[in-house]
């Protein structure tokens, strides 16, 4: 420092130093100055929006001192510090909650949000409508985004020293529109307006090169030294956005890589006369960067994907590099220093291009690098299905990146090495376990083995999930390594964001009734326990209740408010409607048409009762009012998946508009769900489904969102619902359905006897055939019954459609004839969810996968 500012010149900066606003009028004076300089507006011409801007950059004033602070700690104490590599962070909206979670000097947390809320009401503004001027930052598919983003709040409020590193995309995942009760896609351009969010750093750019060759003039040997001579160059240019702690002033960065075209001239082309060329492959730089891929647990393999991949791993690891080299430690100490995080297979290349960067630029010997580089990386795995597991064809991912191909088989070499020496002639071990999949037409890179074979941890995401990746496709892995490579670290959300946030109504009831003001629970999730003891105090319960009517009416208003203006929903009877909702991606594993057949038995039910002449009031009390929300975008290119979107928006169309029913039915589809909608919708729900195919959802974690908002599940026994049987109590939930480790033979009898199925689901099928809820194409959902009645029934619709519709009608039962017994098991799910805190996730990957510690402000 001494060298950049004399001594003399800092005195007078510490003179000048900036300072956090603090109270109203210090906000208020920023945030003018913030619409006069800033947006170069005034007091004339600033609406919501302008607000929006200039509240943002206000605070944004605020986390960026602590910002400094925190990275010169981080950098000063030079502690290990985790990298959290994702190609997705879903992070939704970033105001609201940096007003919750961010420190100001005289007032403690919480308050904050509060005082500004005072404070732009005062000029004239309401914060709700300032709020909604945000657009999502939605830069992921589902929850393996979200858990990123919740990772990172954690990581903040643990006082981790972590940042995350990812992609800017000019495009996050698109918007869903709803035509004619199909899924149209709109490109999502979230940047039209300023981001306040996001701090350009133009001055940290990246070059990356890609395709090109290999030049191994001197030697011959792969694992010598090489240089790999790229042909096409872009840079990675850093934009950083603040991540706030809660209750700490620590705050991180989240790092994402934007592409941008070098500055160097092809000058090959531009001689021979090929202007026009020569900038167009500049412009292609943009592209690497522009668009999101819209799949969720599903891997396309296409190439550009691929350079994303790279792009972005190599642009971090020189960044990390970077810092690490700055310390001039040796480079044996790298590893405890730093630890890599892989969210999924999707940043494995990162493994490659770590050992490159330490054999062939740094001459390290092959094997000392690959200990420093196995010591680094831990790697999490979010799924088993095979569609999702990436492999690439080796043809181009050596024309991508021929050098890191290399590098892979030479890894590949020496693992499997170690492997036969472990276990001699055991031919059909070796292929199964090796890196390069021998398949055709094509052989191909398997990336889940590179990234077991180059960590030192490999975790699942919830019990049961942990426990079949060391069963079925790592089970080889298991052998080798030894069972304690492997472990699990449950799922977690972060409660500021999915409790306070989401529902500041229940939060502040909460709060008042622990006699917590300062929302210390949000922290210690374990205070929640105490609630238990008022599970049966009919005072409390109807407060409870209350926040929750609160919620469906809010829900109500945003599905009007989506619906044209017009109410599907009667006001006067959201009070007894229960609401049950599923919203995810659409997904058949998910089995978001296991909901909607059951939604049809049971509109099936109520017409064959009145038909038969049975009286509205009884049928009534059979079947009590109740509405099926959905929501959920499909892969653009998944036919099933969009089928099943038509499917329920046709029997939206015939259920709500049969005058018969007199509304104890309804069916809604919220079209575009995204993060700032779950903190509306989950709020909301009496009941939420999570019904996956037994062994197929790794984890889930809206399952948890549900829980810590007071609504009740059915669910399989799949995924995280097993652990949060176990904290909650299983009378605190419905669950059904068949067992995960039944799946495979049930699916094995479909291959070879015809599907037999329950005459509950036949007559549904049946209906759907009939064309009762496509008149003008009965055909229209013949796949979709195809895929249950003739092709195997992969999913296990029919078997688990009778026990659905049984435990369905114990949960019609019990909230409709116990309202008392319902609110307790709401209450108690509650008190018991502090396990599913993503700040207990944090902790247990820093005590058990990174070795790290919180470095906490002075
Ligand atoms: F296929 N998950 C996701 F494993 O949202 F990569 N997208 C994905 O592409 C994958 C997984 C992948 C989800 C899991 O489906 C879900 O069960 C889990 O809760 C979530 O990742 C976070 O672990």
């Known amino acids: 420092i001494d060298s950049i500012i004399p001594a003399e010149s800092r005195k007078l900066w510490d003179a000048h130093k900036v300072k956090k606003f603090n109270e109203p009028s210090e906000f208020q004076d920023r945030f003018i100055s913030h619409v006069e300089w800033t947006l170069a507006r005034s007091l004339y011409n600033c609406d919501d929006l302008a607000a929006y801007e200039a509240t943002s950059n206000s605070v944004r004033d605020n986390l960026v001192i602590d910002w400094n602070l925190t990275q010169q700690r981080q950098t000063a104490r030079d502690k290990k510090r985790v990298y959290y590599l994702s190609l997705e962070f879903l992070m939704g909206r970033a105001l609201d909650n940096a007003l919750i979670n961010m420190q100001t000097d005289t007032s403690s947390s919480g308050e904050s949000r509060e005082m500004v809320k005072g404070a732009i009401g005062d000029l004239g503004f309401k914060l709700e409508d300032v709020l909604k001027q945000e657009p999502d930052a939605a830069l992921g598919n589902g929850g393996l985004g979200r858990l990123a983003a919740c990772f990172v709040d954690s990581m903040a409020t643990g006082d981790y020293p972590a940042w995350g590193y990812g992609l800017r995309y000019q495009y996050g995942i698109f918007a869903q529109k709803i035509i004619n009760g199909f899924q149209v896609e709109t490109p999502d351009y979230w940047l039209n307006f300023p981001n306040p969010w996001e701090i350009e750093r133009s001055e940290i750019h990246v070059p990356i090169n890609f395709y090109g060759y290999v030049d191994r003039s001197s030697n011959t040997s792969t694992l010598t030294p090489a240089e790999w001579l790229g042909g ?223 960590s030192h941890k490999v975790n699942g995401v919830a019990e049961l999930h942990s426990d079949l990746i060391k069963t079925t496709i790592f089970k080889d892995f298991v052998k080798i390594y030894g069972v304690h490579k492997f472990t699990n670290v449950t799922n977690g959300i972060t409660p500021r964001r999915w409790l306070k946030q989401a529902n500041p109504k229940l939060a502040s009831l909460i709060s008042k009734t622990l006699n917590d003001p300062e929302d210390k629970f949000l922290l210690d999730m374990s205070k929640l326990t105490a609630l238990r003891d008022l599970a049966e105090d009919e005072d409390f319960q109807e407060k409870w209740n209350d926040v929750k009517q609160f919620n469906k009416l809010r829900l109500a208003d945003l599905i009007k408010e989506l619906n044209g203006g017009v109410d599907i929903l009667e006001r006067d009877h959201i009070r007894n409607t229960l609401f049950d909702i599923q919203v995810k991606r659409i997904h058949e594993y998910k089995r978001q048409q296991l909901n909607i057949l059951g939604v049809i038995h049971r509109y099936l039910s109520i017409k064959e009762a009145l038909a038969s002449g049975v009286k509205f009031e009884e049928v009534a009390k059979k079947f009590p009012r109740k509405v099926s929300i959905f929501g959920g975008k499909s892969a653009p290119g998944y036919y099933m998946a969009k089928l099943i979107i038509k499917l329920i928006n046709s029997v939206a169309e015939v259920v709500n508009n049969d005058e018969e029913l007199c509304d104890i039915l309804k069916v809604v589809f919220i079209p575009d769900y995204n993060v700032s909608k779950a903190e509306i919708i989950i709020p909301a729900s009496d009941l939420s489904e999570h019904i996956s195919t037994a062994g197929t959802e790794a984890s889930g974690t809206s399952n948890m969102k549900f829980v810590m908002n007071g609504g009740l599940i059915i669910g399989t026994v799949d995924g995280a619902n097993v652990e949060i049987t176990r904290e909650i109590g299983e009378e605190n939930i419905f669950l059904f359905g068949n ?105 247990e990957y820093a005590g058990t996968i990174w070795n790290t510690e919180p470095l906490k402000p002075e």
Not at 755 to 778: H, R, W, Y
């Open 232 to 454: 096409e160059r872009v840079l990675a240019v850093a934009y950083d956005m603040p991540i706030p702690g809660f209750k700490t002033s620590t705050v991180n960065n989240l790092r994402l890589w934007s592409a941008r075209p070098t500055t160097e001239f092809d000058f090959a082309k531009f001689n021979s006369g090929d202007y026009r060329n020569s900038v167009e492959q500049q412009q292609r730089a943009e592209s690497i960067t522009a668009v999101l891929y819209p799949n969720d647990n599903f891997e396309q393999g296409k190439e550009l994907r691929l350079k994303q991949q790279y792009f972005w791993c190599a642009a971090s690891l020189h960044d990390i590099v970077r810092r690490f080299k700055k310390t001039r430690r040796p480079w044996s100490e790298f590893p405890d220093q730093i630890a890599i995080q892989l969210n999924d297979t999707h940043p494995t290349l990162a493994i490659v291009e770590l050992q490159r960067i330490l054999v062939d630029l740094e001459k390290l010997d092959w094997h000392e690098a690959w200990g420093i580089v196995t010591a680094t990386f831990a790697y999490t795995n979010h799924t088993v299905m095979q569609e999702a597991l990436e492999k690439w064809p080796v043809g181009l991912f050596g024309h991508l990146l021929p050098r890191h191909l290399e590098i892979v088989f030479d890894i590949n070499w020496f693992f499997l090495k170690e492997v036969e020496e472990k276990f001699p002639h055991d031919v059909d071990l070796l292929s199964r376990v090796s890196i390069i999949e021998e398949s055709s037409p094509e052989r191909q890179v398997r990336m889940a083995y590179l990234a077991v074979v180059g």
């Open 739 to 843: 067992l995960s480790e039944n799946v495979e033979e049930l699916r094995y009898a479909h291959q070879y006897q015809p599907q037999k199925l329950p005459q509950s689901l036949e007559k549904v099928l049946n209906a759907v055939e009939s064309g009762a809820f496509s008149p003008d194409s009965p055909s229209e959902f013949q796949p979709l019954i195809d895929s249950i009645k003739h092709h195997g029934d992969y999913y296990l619709v029919s078997d688990d459609f009778d026990s659905y519709v049984a435990t369905h009608e114990l949960v019609d039962e019990l909230y409709h004839k116990d309202k008392k017994s319902w609110l307790k098991k709401s209450i108690l799910s509650v008190a018991n969810v502090g396990f599913f805190s993503s700040d207990r996730c944090i902790e």
